[in-house]
């Protein structure tokens, strides 16, 4: 998987768990379940949740996942 794929999955993993429950309530731990990958995956492309989010809510995502 190419790393701007495995971004999207990340990104899209976390928005299929809003739909589930709230933003306080999702772990990362759940978001690598969602998308099959390991918790050292997840922090060579994010930092944190928080980084994840911001990396979404910008206009210009195709640069968070480049």
């Known amino acids: 998987m190419s790393k ?5 999955a990340i990104a899209f993993a976390f928005k299929e768990l809003l739909l589930e429950k709230s933003i306080d309530k999702i772990t990362i731990n ?13 922090y060579y492309h994010f930092h944190d949740i928080y ?9 210009i995502f195709r640069t968070c996942i480049e």
């Open 51 to 59: 980084e994840l989010i911001e990396c979404i809510d910008s206009r």
């Open 30 to 42: 759940d978001i690598t379940e969602k998308c099959g990958i390991n918790r050292q995956t997840f």
């Open 4 to 8: 701007a794929t495995t971004k999207f």
